[in-house]
């Protein structure tokens, strides 16, 4: 459960949910000198409210927030898994964009309702975290509200989901580099994109952006501007502020809406 091993567009992948976490992360699992890539489950097991995956190839156990090795002999072998673009949507939108696409069957083979509000319902509807942890600043965000999150080029940054609220675009940085983030607080669905020297603004369409005068369409792989000019997806995911805030800590700015 919370857990798949797919490969899409030849790329082998893993996404694991942590469901005390709130976060469903997309992870490369061919690593840098295997062979070949790794196929993940989940352990049953948790550490500092995350869960905690293994490798069927060593029974190691990683870390489903950090995507790294934490116990068991792949440990200590400065391994960190990719992260991949990914979203939350609605099947409606998603089929409607990709009629082709294929979904994750829920016939596993064991009884499981996956049924949405099944399981988990009382702790996604309280302010309260299953385990004690420490948050160092509730001022903009509480613990279990939601932000979306990107880890790249040496540096992170959280956005709360309520800033896309008033503003469902943001044209922020993420160190040296100009990003835009396109976001509905309501459905948690975000996605953020390389900006270069744009920026950008919403349009009364939910598949295009602005800049300059000039149309931009969103796309899962990047948005296609003028002449084909094409901006690069980012890869990022939603995850309670506890859980982004207790693993990334100072390493991470907190946006703040101006």
Same mark, same amino acid.
């Given at each position: 459960?919370?857990?798949?091993?797919?490969?899409? /567009?030849?790329?082998?992948?893993?996404?694991?949910?942590?469901?005390?976490?709130?976060?469903?992360?997309?992870?490369?699992?061919?690593?840098? /000198?295997?062979?070949?890539?790794?196929?993940?489950?989940?352990?049953?097991?948790?550490?500092? %409210?995350?869960?905690?995956?293994?490798?069927?190839?060593?029974?190691?156990?990683?870390?489903?927030?950090?995507?790294?090795?934490?116990?068991?002999?792949?440990?200590?072998?400065?391994?960190?898994?990719?992260?991949?673009?990914?979203?939350?949507?609605?099947?409606?939108?998603?089929?409607?964009?990709?009629?082709?696409?294929?979904?994750? %069957?829920?016939?596993? /083979?064991?009884?499981?309702?996956?049924?949405?509000?099944?399981?988990?319902?009382?702790?996604?509807?309280?302010?309260?975290?299953?385990?004690?942890?420490?948050?160092?600043?509730?001022?903009?965000?509480?613990?279990?509200?939601?932000?979306?999150?990107?880890?790249?080029?040496?540096?992170?940054?959280?956005?709360?989901?309520?800033?896309?609220?008033?503003?469902?675009?943001?044209?922020?940085?993420?160190?040296?580099?100009?990003?835009?983030?396109?976001?509905?607080?309501?459905?948690?669905?975000?996605?953020?994109?390389?900006?270069?020297?744009?920026?950008?603004?919403?349009?009364?369409?939910?598949?295009?952006?602005?800049?300059?005068?000039?149309?931009?369409?969103?796309?899962?792989?990047?948005?296609?501007?003028?002449?084909?000019?094409?901006?690069?997806?980012?890869?990022?995911?939603? %995850?309670?502020?506890?859980?982004?805030?207790?693993?990334?800590?100072?390493?991470?700015?907190?946006?703040?809406?101006?």
């Amino acid at each position: 459960h919370e857990m798949f091993n797919e490969v899409i /567009g030849g790329v082998p992948v893993a996404l694991a949910y942590c469901t005390l976490c709130g976060a469903g992360i997309l992870f490369e699992t061919k690593v840098e /000198g295997r062979d070949t890539p790794l196929v993940f489950g989940s352990s049953g097991f948790l550490y500092r %409210s995350n869960k905690l995956m293994f490798d069927r190839e060593t029974n190691s156990l990683w870390n489903q927030f950090t995507g790294e090795p934490v116990n068991g002999p792949l440990r200590g072998e400065s391994i960190k898994l990719k992260i991949r673009p990914v979203v939350i949507t609605s099947w409606a939108k998603w089929k409607s964009k990709n009629p082709t696409t294929k979904v994750l %069957s829920v016939d596993t /083979g064991f009884y499981r309702d996956y049924g949405s509000g099944v399981v988990y319902q009382t702790y996604f509807s309280s302010p309260d975290l299953m385990f004690p942890a420490l948050v160092r600043n509730e001022d903009v965000v509480k613990r279990k509200d939601y932000v979306y999150g990107i880890r790249d080029f040496g540096v992170a940054r959280a956005w709360p989901l309520s800033a896309f609220k008033a503003k469902p675009v943001i044209n922020d940085q993420l160190g040296d580099k100009n990003i835009v983030l396109i976001g509905d607080a309501e459905t948690r669905e975000v996605r953020a994109y390389f900006r270069g020297d744009q920026t950008f603004k919403a349009t009364s369409s939910p598949t295009e952006l602005i800049s300059d005068d000039q149309s931009w369409k969103i796309t899962e792989n990047a948005l296609i501007g003028p002449s084909g000019k094409s901006l690069a997806r980012l890869p990022g995911h939603i %995850s309670f502020w506890f859980a982004w805030d207790g693993y990334l800590g100072v390493q991470s700015t907190l946006y703040a809406a101006k």
